[in-house]
């Protein structure tokens, strides 16, 4: 069945340096493609979102691009910075059919050091 | 909008006891659920919903029970509450209509601790 890995964390890094954490996929037809992030003690909200391949979602300084022929959707940001530390969750939307339920990675945490 | 509220924020129960977790939206969106998340952990689902009257279990339904009359509320029924369902439950939203991507709008969560 159709489901999403990403990279495993804690992810730790200094305020200033790039960002990148891998999402890949597998699904049957044409998913949409989601970032979530939940910052501590809230719920998640929509980060970025890519609808077909190629497409690049973007938003607060964070992008992923769809990719078919790698099945990915790898969140990067240039410059990251405290405010940044959250977890992150990669998601895809389920085949025709699934009632709009999203399959969902395990969550990436990040933390950001000034 | 207010978008997706749930109440309470923070619960705590003794084994046994029941209670609902209450779960409101104001975007007219037919597709509503429920997850559990647990520390360190992602998102489980637990019950959803496609519209008033109707719903269907998740991954891990055992223990709780929902109900859908109206298209705003989706209250999450735990019966004989249990160590195991500690966790923070978060609702969440989405339209049938078309060009949305399927985005999911997310509560602020219920954290419940059961002892």
């Known amino acids: 069945g159709d489901s999403v890995t990403q990279m495993e964390g804690p992810v730790t890094l200094s305020e200033e340096a790039f960002l990148t954490i891998n999402c890949t996929y597998t699904a049957t037809g044409y998913p949409s493609l989601f970032w979530y992030v939940q910052y501590p003690g809230e719920g998640l909200q929509l980060l970025l979102k890519?609808?077909?391949a190629d497409d690049k979602g973007s938003n607060k300084g964070f992008e992923a691009t769809y990719r078919k022929e790698t099945t990915s959707f790898h969140l990067e940001k240039g410059s990251v910075q405290v405010s940044d530390s959250a977890v992150y969750f990669c998601?895809?939307?389920?085949?025709?059919?699934?009632?709009?339920?999203?399959?969902w990675g395990l969550g990436t945490s990040l933390a950001v050091n000034p | 909008n207010a978008g997706v509220t749930q109440t309470p924020k923070f619960r705590i129960l003794k084994i046994g006891q029941s209670m609902t977790l209450q779960c409101t939206q104001d975007?007219?969106?037919?597709?509503m659920y429920w997850y559990r998340q647990d520390p360190g952990m992602g998102l489980k689902l637990i019950y959803y919903s496609v519209g008033a009257g109707i719903t269907d279990k998740g991954e891990v339904p055992n223990g709780y029970n929902v109900s859908r009359s109206t298209t705003e509320d989706f209250p999450l029924r735990l019966e004989l509450a249990a160590p195991s369902q500690t966790s923070v439950y978060f609702c969440a939203s989405t339209t049938s209509g078309r060009g949305s991507g399927e985005t999911q709008y997310f509560g602020p969560g219920t954290r419940l601790l059961v002892l």
């Open positions: 975007m007219n969106h037919n597709y």
């Open positions: 890519a609808t077909k």
């Open positions: 998601a895809l939307s389920g085949p025709r059919g699934n009632n709009r339920k999203l399959i």
